[in-house]
């Protein structure tokens, strides 16, 4: 089961990115933060929705350094189709993996075997290619980008402030907490 702290399983897969097919394989993935944002397949009705956000939201993540890979078990080909049809999906310039063998769904526990698709599952791997944020809403749920770039700088954050965490309602710039022994019951 795909848990915090574990380790980014290997993977290779065809990808449509930037007007072009290209593979993508885990290795490609370490040495950066990356999100893998799972949704239940093309041309549906929340998932374009969601992935506009995060099209909206695209330079907002590359400025964090994150790269966003959005996955279906859908085929590289229907992303491209989707991509040309679509006035929401073709602001996307992240890599859209294609997943026809769920292979990477089963990798990170987001498959539905009996409906042949992916749940609503977000993941942000940190550059050594360790889960570090887990997230897994029901269909009819849409999920947004907002409060998954929250997550990613208090993430961020303490990975670079060892012995700090971030309280609730964090924001970039605010207090942070240091757990000790005086702070146990006074919070």
Not at 129 to 144: D, F, H, N
Not at 167 to 186: I, M, N, Q, R
Request: aromatic share 12%.
């Amino acid at each position: 089961m795909a848990r915090i702290n574990s380790s980014l399983k290997p993977f290779e897969t065809d990808a449509f990115h930037n007007g072009k097919f290209i593979k993508v394989t885990d290795a490609d993935v370490k040495g950066k933060w990356s999100v893998f944002f799972f949704y239940p397949a093309d041309f549906t009705f929340v998932c374009p929705t969601e992935l506009e956000d995060l099209a909206d939201n695209y330079e907002a993540f590359q400025k964090l350094g994150v790269e966003i890979y959005s996955v279906s078990t859908d085929k590289h080909f229907t992303h491209k189709a989707w991509h040309d049809t679509s006035p929401a999906i073709s602001k996307i310039k992240y890599v859209m993996l294609g997943d026809p063998t769920a292979h990477i769904a089963r990798n990170f526990d987001v498959y539905i075997e009996e409906a042949g698709v992916a749940d609503r599952g977000t993941f942000l791997i940190d550059p050594e290619g360790k889960i570090q944020y887990i997230e897994i809403t029901a269909g009819s749920v849409g999920r947004s980008a907002a409060e998954l770039l929250a997550k990613i700088e208090a993430a961020q954050y303490v990975a670079s402030h060892p012995g700090e965490v971030c309280p609730a309602k964090w924001k970039e710039g605010g207090k942070t907490l240091t757990p000790s022994l005086d702070l146990v019951g006074k919070i």
